[in-house]
Nanobody, 115 residues
């Protein structure tokens, strides 16, 4: 059974930093890509960042230059280093893993940016 366990969310002041982690277990096939999405209250879920198996990355325009996604293929873990956080980054952040047969979602971790 595939499980995604997220950690690292919390409350931070504007300009602060957080690092999210997502550890995937129960995976016995190749992983096409791993990524992070977020959903703010009243808004649709949106892509934040994604990293492919080759290490290629793409980011939402709103986080480009502030957030960095990385992955540890041996640990099946994806990270999201967030710096220069803004109040508009407040949302529930979801880990996403795409396998050849389907995709999986984490349970979400709350990130709140407020003074």
């Amino acid at each position: 059974q595939v499980q995604l366990v997220e950690s690292g969310g919390g409350l931070v002041q504007p300009g602060g930093s957080l690092r999210l982690s997502c550890a995937a277990s129960g995976i016995f096939s190749s992983i096409y890509s791993m990524g992070w999405y977020r959903q703010a209250p009243g808004k649709e879920r949106e892509l934040v960042a994604r990293i492919g198996g080759s290490g290629s990355t793409n980011y939402a325009d709103s986080v480009e230059g502030r957030f960095t996604i990385s992955r540890d293929n041996f640990k099946n873990t994806v990270y999201l280093q967030m710096t220069g956080l803004k109040p508009e980054d407040t949302a529930v952040y979801y880990c996403n893993v795409i396998l050849p047969t389907r995709q999986y979602w984490g349970q979400g971790t709350q990130v709140s940016v407020s003074s």
